[in-house]
C-alpha cells in the first residue's frame, strides 16, 4: 500500500478549473517531484494533499485512509504523520526559531517540556542553526528561515514531508545545501517527500519520481523521474521545461511515462 | 406554437440564501469561538500560556494610559457643559450627579471600547492578517491547531478579562475629570463632589456599566479576529483587514449600546 495515493483530483477554484486528472503515488523512502510552470497549480496540489484545501473532485489517500472522507479526529491523527514547508518558511513570528519548533513536537510527540527543547536544539544543529535557536525569524535570512522550516517539518520524524519550493529565492549555493539537507533527511529517518518545484538544478538531484502538470491542457502530461524524462521522448512542453528552452507555440497533448 | 413562458420566480431558498449568505461566515465564526471556549472552559484549550500573557499585557498595562487620558478628558468635557447649564439655575452641585452617572451608565464603557476597538482590535487584525499572509495561520492549520482555539481565543477571552478592569479605570478618571472642572468652575470642593458622587452613583449603574464593558470587549475581540482571518493574502488585504475591524467595532458599540439603553429602559433599570 502507498504511503501517499492520489486518485483522479480535481482542483477548481470555483467555475475555474486548475488541474484534472491528478492521479500519483508516493511510496516510502521517495522524492517526489511536483513540476510544471508557474501557475498551473503545483501548491494548490499540496494544499489538497495537506488538508488546507478541499478538491472539487477525486481522492487523496494515506497508508489506504481517504483523507477527506475522514471525520476531524482522523484527519488531525493522519496529519501527525507529515511534515510541511511552505514556499515563505511560515515560521511563527511572535515565536524563537525554538519555540517554532517545540510548537510542533508538543502536538505530534509525548516528550515532555525539557526533551522537547533537546530535541529541538538537535535538529537546529542538524540544519545548522543551533546558534540561532533564541533568535525571532524576523532576524534570519531568507536561507535560514528555509533551513528552520524544514528543521519544524522534520523535528517529529513524521515519514512523509511536504516541501513548497524549499529552494526558491535562495542563491545556488545555499539552494544546493538544501537539496543535500533533504537528501540526508531521507536517509537518516527514510522519510519520503513529495516536493513542488521549478528549479532544474533540484529536480534533476534529488528527486526519484514526479509528476508533470500542464498549464494549458490542465491535467499532468508526464509521470517519471525527471532525469529520465529528461533523456526521453516527452510532451514537447515538459521538453521545454526540463532543457530551460521556449516551448513551441502549439503543443499537441500527449502523455509520456518515464521508466525510472 | 408553444405558449410564452412566464418570468420564473426566485425560489424561496433562493431568496434566503441570498438575504442570510452574507451572514454565514460571521455566524459560523462566533459559534467556532463559543465552542471553542466551551471546550477551552473545560481544560481543552490549545493556545500558549506565553501568547494569552502577551496579549493580556498588550490590553491591559499598555493600553491604560490612554484610556485614563482619553476618560479624563471625557469628563472634564461633560462637567464644563453641564457646569455652564446648570449653575445658571443655581443648581452647579448637581454637576457631580451628571458626570457620574453619565460616565458610569455610558461614557467609560464606550469610549474605553472605541480606544481599545482603535488600538486593540486593530492590532488584532493586522496581526492576524499578516500572519494569513505569510502562510502561518496555514501553518498552524497543518499541524491541526485551529485558528479560532490558538489565535482567536486568548485574545478574546484577554479583552473579557481586561475590559472590566479598563472600565473601572475609566470611571475614575472620568470622575476626577469632572471634579477637577467643577472645583475650577463652581468652586465645589472635592469632597462635597464625591460625597455628591456616591449618593447619586447606584451599583445598578456600575453594574450596567461592567456589563457594557464585558459585551464590548468581547464584540472588539471577536470582529478584529474576524477581519484578520478573513483578510486577502497581501499588503493592501492587512490595510483593509485593519479598518473593516475598527469602523466595524465602533459602529458594533454603538448599536449594542442603543440595544442597552432600549433593555435598560424597559426594565426601569
Known sequence: MSLLAVNQLVMQFGDRLIQKDVSLKVEKGCIFAVMGGSGCGKSTLLKHLVGLLPPAAGTVTYDGVDFWASDDAERSRLRSGFGMLFQSAALWSSMTVLEN???????????????????????????????????????????MKKRAGLARAIAAEPPLLFLDEPSAGLDPISSRRLDDLILDIRHRTGAAVVFVSHELPSLFAIADDGIFLDADSKQPIAHGCPRELARQ???????AFLHREVPPP?????????TS | ??????????????????????????????????????????GRWSFRREDLGRVLADCSARA????????????????????????????????????????????????????????????????????????????????????????????????????????????LAGLVGGMLVAAAMLDISAIAYLQRTAEALTWT???????????????????????????????????VATTGAVVTSIVGIIVLDAIFALCANALDI
Open chain 2, 1 to 42: 406554437m408553444p405558449p410564452p413562458s412566464l418570468p420564473q420566480r426566485p425560489s424561496l431558498d433562493a431568496l434566503l440564501r441570498s438575504a442570510v449568505g452574507p451572514l454565514e461566515r460571521p455566524v459560523r465564526f462566533i459559534g467556532e469561538v463559543l465552542l471553542s471556549a466551551a471546550a477551552a472552559s473545560g
Open chain 1, 233 to 239: 521522448d516527452v510532451h514537447p512542453t515538459v521538453h
Open chain 2, 205 to 239: 449603574h456600575l453594574g450596567l456599566g461592567i456589563g457594557k464593558s464585558l459585551t464590548f470587549g468581547a464584540l472588539v475581540g471577536m470582529v478584529g479576529c474576524y477581519y484578520g482571518l478573513n483578510a486577502k493574502r497581501n499588503a493592501a488585504g492587512v490595510g
Open chain 2, 64 to 171: 491604560v494610559t490612554i484610556v485614563l487620558v482619553v476618560n479624563l478628558l471625557v469628563g472634564a468635557i461633560l462637567a464644563f457643559v453641564g457646569a455652564v447649564q446648570l449653575a445658571k439655575f443655581g443648581a452647579g452641585i448637581f454637576v457631580a450627579d451628571l458626570v457620574g452617572i453619565a460616565v458610569a451608565r455610558e461614557m467609560a464603557a464606550i469610549i474605553t471600547a472605541v480606544v481599545i476597538a482603535g488600538r486593540t482590535g486593530a492590532a488584532f487584525a493586522a496581526e492576524i492578517a499578516t500572519m494569513q499572509a505569510n502562510e502561518e495561520v496555514d501553518a498552524l492549520e497543518v499541524l491541526g491547531l485551529g485558528a479560532v482555539d490558538f489565535l482567536v481565543l486568548p485574545r478574546v477571552a484577554s479583552l473579557l478579562l481586561m475590559m472590566p478592569l479598563l472600565y473601572i479605570f475609566a470611571c
Open chain 1, 101 to 143: 519548533i517545540c510548537l510542533p513536537l508538543s502536538r505530534q510527540t509525548r516528550l515532555d517540556g525539557k526533551q522537547r527543547e533537546a530535541k529541538a536544539r538537535e535538529v537546529l544543529e542538524w540544519v545548522e542553526l543551533g546558534e540561532f535557536a533564541d533568535f525571532y525569524p524576523s532576524s534570519l535570512s531568507g536561507g
Open chain 1, 250 to 258: 502549439a503543443a499537441a497533448p500527449a502523455t509520456a511515462k518515464a
